[in-house]
T-cell receptor
């Protein structure tokens, strides 16, 4: 079946540090890939997405590139802020949406 | 953006009682809504797909008599946990995508159920 693997965390970074959260997947068919973010006390929100190989999704300084050859969709940001502290979920959709376990990011001043 | 609201956001109940959780799409119609369950340090697990005007479609291993889903209108789906037990304690999340939209999923804030 479809699955998404991501680092559990927590990931603790200082403000302005570079962020990478790895995400790899297995899927039947050709999935769309997503990163969702869940801020404390809030529901999940779509952060970015990519629908086909080599697409790059970007939003709020975050980027992720759909790499079919490595079945990966790693999330990156060049300079994190305290306000980026949240849980980040990698997900894929073929027929249904399958989520990774979520990675908690803590950014300290 | 589109808003999905869940109520209650947290509930504590005694073992053996039933609890109803509501999921509303506030500014769009949603023929289909989804119910997820999230365990600590685990991913969201799809429980069922709620279809307006018809029976819900349950994922394998999810007891349909335990988790009753009703999708009475295009903006409301309810999940009732019947005869709740401590092992039903969890975080329940609903989501929906806008009819005739892009397929983007919008999530509710989640409802934390604690069964004593």
């Amino acid at each position: 079946g479809d699955s998404v693997t991501q680092m559990e965390g927590p990931v603790t970074l200082s403000e302005e540090a570079f962020l990478t959260i790895n995400c790899t997947y297995t899927a039947t068919g050709y999935p769309s890939l997503f990163w969702y973010v869940q801020y404390p006390g809030e529901g999940l929100q779509l952060l970015l997405k990519a629908t086909k190989a080599d697409d790059k999704g970007s939003n709020k300084g975050f980027e992720a590139t759909y790499r079919k050859e490595t079945t990966s969709f790693h999330l990156e940001k060049g300079s994190v802020q305290v306000s980026d502290s949240a849980v980040y979920f990698c997900a894929l959709r073929v027929m249904k949406v399958t989520f990774g376990i979520g990675t908690k990011l803590q950014v300290i001043p | 953006g589109a808003v999905v609201s869940q109520h209650p956001s947290w509930v504590i109940c005694k073992s053996g009682t039933s609890v109803k959780i509501e999921c509303r799409s506030l500014d769009f119609q949603a023929t289909t809504m989804f119910w997820y369950r999230q365990f600590p340090k685990q991913s969201l697990m799809l429980m069922a797909t709620s279809n307006e005007g018809s029976k819900a479609t349950y994922e394998q291993g999810v007891e349909k008599d335990k988790f009753l889903i009703n999708h009475a209108s295009l903006t409301l789906s309810t999940l009732t946990v019947t005869s709740a037990h401590p092992e039903d304690s969890s975080f329940y999340i609903c989501s929906a995508h806008r009819d005739r939209g892009t397929g983007e999923l919008f999530f509710g804030e989640g409802s934390r159920l604690t069964v004593l």
